[in-house]
């Protein structure tokens, strides 16, 4: 029982180290909307792939080898722009996610408080590199409609820290292996569906801004049109009265 638990457990945080994954090559790269089918098709497979390697504990050289080219797979197939870009993204997201695990690592051994549950590892490295990725993207949106509002930012801010807090306190404090790994699951699968809803957030509200200036261009070239037109109208008519005349 313990081993389907912890397969369980291996799936979901694969679920957040891929969704982290691809926002970092987003910060790069401009998706091809058009693939929507093989996106769908193509994300599934890297969590799969992922999801076995880590389950069947192939050793971390063929575990991050699997995910390069997983990624490297998504951002030549779902990406747009120069496949040098492409390359940095991939690296990017690949390293970005070895420095926050050893940042966890280091962190917990400095404190004295050494993580030997590595659900819980996993659980603090996607959280704190998801946090990091958010403000990335913030610090990288110049135009005030990519954002969402900066309370929407505090709110994720305090869900990640309060769940790293929780988490801690679950394997600290329940001693039942089964209630702490669904303890842990249910927080790893709350974060992951903030982050996501928060990310539909900002792209509606963006798409709704895009949308207001569209109207507004439109109307301000309709009333320059009309103005135009007002105007030859009235040369013509000046015409006609100087030719009368």
């Avoid at 693939?35 to 050289?61: E, P």
């Avoid at 004295?112 to 990335?136: F, H, R």
């Amino acid at each position: 029982m313990m081993e389907l638990y912890k397969l369980i457990s291996f799936m979901i945080y694969n679920i957040l180290s891929v969704y982290v994954g691809v926002r970092i090559i987003e910060l790069f790269l401009i998706r091809n909307y058009r693939r929507q089918k093989m996106a769908i098709f193509l994300y599934s497979g890297t969590w799969l792939i992922n999801s076995i390697v880590s389950i069947l504990d192939c050793g971390i050289i063929f575990t991050r080898i699997s995910i390069v080219l997983c990624f490297i797979i998504l951002a030549f197939f779902l990406y747009e722009g120069d496949w040098k870009i492409k390359v940095v993204a991939v690296t990017s997201s690949i390293v970005m996610g070895i420095i926050v695990e050893n940042i966890v690592w280091m962190f917990s051994n400095t404190i004295n408080k050494p993580i030997v549950n590595e659900a819980l590892g996993c659980l603090c490295s996607g959280i704190l590199e998801m946090l990091i990725v958010i403000l990335i993207e913030k610090l990288l949106s110049l135009e005030h409609y990519t954002v969402i509002p900066i309370y929407g930012y505090i709110n994720i801010i305090l869900l990640s820290v309060a769940s790293v807090i929780l988490a801690e306190i679950v394997t600290e404090e329940v001693h039942n292996y089964k209630l702490s790994m669904i303890a842990l699951n249910m927080i790893c699968i709350l974060n992951i569906s903030t982050y996501y809803i928060y990310r539909k957030i900002a792209e509606n509200h963006k798409r709704d801004l895009q949308r207001t200036i569209l109207i507004q261009e439109n109307q301000m070239y309709t009333n320059q049109l009309k103005i135009m037109q007002q105007s030859q109208q009235y040369i013509r008519i000046l015409r006609s009265n100087t030719w009368r005349a």
